[in-house]
């Protein structure tokens, strides 16, 4: 008896709609073969895509590596007219900026303070009133927005001089709530744009439920709509902080001998006689080394807030 023979299965044919022949599967070119166009533009896409990556981390992560290795070398590996990428590691730059008239501790300790309690305080000004922002429905809103963050576009040369007026008039020249006030000056209509944005993406729905369920205005706010927008909380406080932790325009004419920050103690090494290339790069990293750490401890939230808050267009 014969065995039947059966045909080798094939892929199945795609239909058309309207009755229309069918049409063979497209299947990726075999290897070996000429690929079609549109995976010969895709390829080069992904080439691009991947080399504008490497160009731009190149670009930020070059300097600071530079400067890292500098931190850590002697005046001589420093200076020498050859680049030095091979030498012994010394601490003397950073000895230096703990001992004598350079002592670093009060412009660190005056740099947490000044940019720690304005971003805390635009992180929770700014809650309440980005709340109130996405929650309220009038005429302008949009427009409010954008003139609340216009306010932050404005050049410090047009702000400086009437702040100024402002602060030595109520004495808070040369001190930590002066800094704290400048710094909420352009830290707290960010704040409040961002959290608006974060707000608007939580679904009003939520809000009535919990205030069917008997909580207060006030209850759902901090028990439902806080914890949902966590992201955008860190987001801005990391933001506002960076902000306030780099500044030397406000820092350098509100700031005294009692408040200085940071930023201020760069500038000082840079002088008529030359410049301290070792401690210079030294302070530096200690800026730079901070804000890094503290993106990098919340970059899952850091992430996920900035592209929330991106897509809402307010």
Not at 68 to 75: P, R
Not at 257 to 285: C, E, F, H, R, Y
Request: charged share 10%; aromatic share 10%; glycine share 8%.
């Amino acid at each position: 008896m014969s065995k039947s023979m059966t045909p080798p299965s094939s892929p199945p044919l795609q239909t058309v709609p309207g009755g229309a022949a069918p049409r063979e599967p497209v299947t990726a070119a075999p290897r070996g073969e000429a690929q079609s166009p549109l995976e010969e533009s895709s390829r080069r896409t992904r080439w691009m895509v991947t080399l504008l990556i490497v160009v731009a981390l190149l670009w930020t992560l070059v300097p600071l590596v530079w400067m890292l290795m500098s931190s850590f070398k002697s005046a001589q590996d420093v200076t020498a007219s050859t680049p030095q990428f091979f030498f012994a590691p010394t601490l003397d730059n950073y000895r230096n900026l703990f001992s004598g008239a350079n002592n670093l501790g009060p412009y660190i300790v005056h740099s947490v303070l000044a940019a720690g309690i304005s971003a805390l305080l635009a992180v929770g000004l700014g809650a309440l009133a980005g709340y109130g922002l996405a929650r309220t429905h009038m005429r302008g809103k949009k427009h409010l927005a954008f003139w609340i963050i216009s306010t932050r576009m404005a050049p410090i040369a047009a702000v400086v001089v009437p702040l100024f007026l402002i602060f030595r008039g109520l004495g808070l020249i040369d001190s930590i709530p002066g800094l704290i006030l400048a710094y909420l000056t352009f830290n707290l209509p960010f704040a409040i744009w961002l959290m608006s944005a974060f707000f608007a993406e939580v679904p009003s729905s939520l809000e009535e439920s919990a205030l069917v369920s008997g909580c207060s205005r006030w209850q759902a706010f901090w028990m439902v709509i806080l914890p949902l927008t966590k992201s955008g909380l860190v987001t801005t406080f990391i933001l506002c902080l960076v902000f306030a932790w780099n500044d030397y325009a406000f820092a350098v004419v509100f700031s005294g001998p009692n408040s200085q920050t940071l930023p201020i103690a760069a500038s000082q090494l840079v002088t008529q006689t030359g410049i301290d290339w070792g401690q210079l790069t030294a302070i530096g990293t200690i800026v730079v080394v901070p804000m890094m750490l503290a993106g990098l401890a919340v970059r899952r939230w850091l992430v996920t807030g900035l592209t929330l808050g991106a897509i809402t267009g307010e």
